[in-house]
């Protein structure tokens, strides 16, 4: 096949299935690739191997400043299941776009979009976000709740790994951040008279076939509205099924109208993640960290890569012999820690009854931000079938790390 691109790949034997791989390019060869591809979608294409790899362009970095997404350009392929080892050509293709929109009043209005799309409801205040045409999760953001949020988080058979405002803790929304000392304010709790985060605008907002990413530039206000500091918070979802899918996050704090103090407290996390109640410690559900130790007791505050939860999920009733039964599911969700990040985003709160989070500053006696300056940190989610074991939490972690990495050459 003549193509006047190609990219190479070398997807190892051991590696996991479905992954994405990242291909990084310099801003002249993303500019033609994107002025071939036009309104196009491509797939990179491997005839011998009876291959086709859904491809995606992106210049959006994860990390952002209040003025705007920073750049980082690449061609995202989508690995789907294919005989491994692969080592091979892929020749580009183009093939049209589909130009499609959520159908109203359905049961499902994006049942029959394609990737990751990003249905921004403004008079509703949120993003729908599906996968392959059914829900993943949803970005909210009134001005009538406290702080922005993501819930649900679906992962194997329709079900939700989190839970949003559980009645121990209202104020525990799903996927969530927070601190609960800025400068002597309050923004984590939800009681009267407290701070607010307030989403002002996006920055990025983008779906395809390959993953979405949302970058929102958030104000963190005091009781009376003024500013304390700016966040810009960056999630990207991948577009990969239920059973193995994962979704990166992106934290930075800036420090713009003064000293900016994170007093010392437990109730704060970057993000914070309630896990929903039936995999918690106390119910059907074992918290395992990637240092070989479970339970709150033994990870609370301890450094390490990576926390689990997994366990058994409700899934229905069955007949057993005249009898009515209880079926469960075996599923998780873990949350792994860069390892770029400072000390702080990687130690641990973790409680047995459900919320945890990778960066915390109590565990650092608090964390000052002078004024001008700025702190990021990079986490990813990955929800899974099966417990820590069956569901490879370790390798993907570990893939996580390393990921994988091809080349665009020349057709």
Known sequence: MNSLYKIKLSVGRDTLLPAVVKIGLDEEAFIKLEGWAGRSDIDAVHEPAGVRLACQLGKDA???SPEGTKREYALYVLLQEMALPFEAELSLVLKPREELAPADRRHNPWSELPGVYLDHQEDNAR???????????????????????YYPLIGPHGKT???????????HHGLWWGHDDVNGHKLYHEFRGEGR???RKFLTMTGGPVFGQLTALIDWQDEHGELLLQETRSVRIYNLPPESRYMDLATELYALNGEVRFGDTKEGGFPFIRVNEQINGHHRGVITAASGKSGESEIFGTVTEWVDYSGELFFGMK??????????????????????????A???????YGPFTPANFHFCGGKVLPNDASIAMKHRLFIH???????????????????????????
């Open 197 to 199: 985060q307030v989403h």
């Open 385 to 411: 079938e099966g417990d820590v074991i069956g569901g490879r939490v370790k390798e993907r972690y570990l893939e996580y790390v390393n990921p994988l990495r091809g080349t665009l050459i020349k057709g």
């Open 127 to 149: 993003v729908v976000v599906s996968i392959e045409g059914k829900l993943f999760t949803r970005y909210l953001y009134s001005g009538h709740v406290g702080k922005p949020y």
């Open 319 to 344: 007949r057993e012999d005249g009898e009515a039964v209880k079926e469960y599911i075996q599923a998780g969700i873990a949350a792994f820690a860069h390892p770029a990040n400072e000390t702080f």
């Open 161 to 171: 790994l989190i839970q949003d405002a559980p009645d121990d803790h209202l104020h």
């Open 62 to 64: 994860m990390s952002a």
């Open 346 to 352: 990687s130690q641990w709160f973790v409680r047995d």
